[in-house]
């Protein structure tokens, strides 16, 4: 079957294989992975998030949220705090270590953003926005 014959809901996911395995080589090499990056922006951009809202965020169920959650405390990157009256519920505080992480994967992912944008306009860019979320939108649709 030739390239341009390939089922579209395909093609997506061969490119959002090959981002991700990059996207992760390139976190890798800053000490970070795709997850632990994925949870310390989600954080980043509201400070003191309960397990539930962040595993939200992160697009993650709570199971897997708390696997990468307990690396990143046994690493320090992160810690877990009981709310007051109510022990079921933790919120989860970036340490100064995870701070320092944070801003070395912003870092790897903003270069691996360029080298992905490479030979792109902002146009194609945008478009290939508005693409991605149309193909969304259908494939949720009843």
């Known amino acids: 079957m030739d390239a341009a ?9 061969r490119a959002a294989k090959a981002l991700t395995r990059a996207l992760d080589d390139a976190l890798g090499a800053a000490g970070g992975s795709a997850p632990t990056w994925l949870v310390l922006l989600a954080l980043h951009e509201n400070e003191h998030r309960t397990q539930g809202e962040l595993a939200a965020a992160v697009g993650v169920r709570q199971p897997t949220l708390t696997h990468h959650l307990d690396a990143m405390e046994r690493a320090g990157f992160v810690t877990r705090v009981s709310e007051a009256g109510n ?4 919120q989860v505080v970036v340490t100064d270590a995870g701070r320092a992480l ?3 994967l912003r870092r790897a992912a903003g270069a ?6 490479a030979g792109l306009t902002d146009d194609e860019i945008a478009g290939a926005r508005r693409v991605l979320a149309q193909l969304v ?6």
């Open 112 to 117: 691996f953003d360029g080298r992905v944008r």
């Open 87 to 90: 022990r079921r519920s933790q």
């Open 102 to 104: 944070f801003l070395r």
């Open 5 to 13: 014959d390939l089922p579209v809901g395909l093609v997506v996911n």
């Open 137 to 142: 939108e259908n494939a949720e649709a009843d």
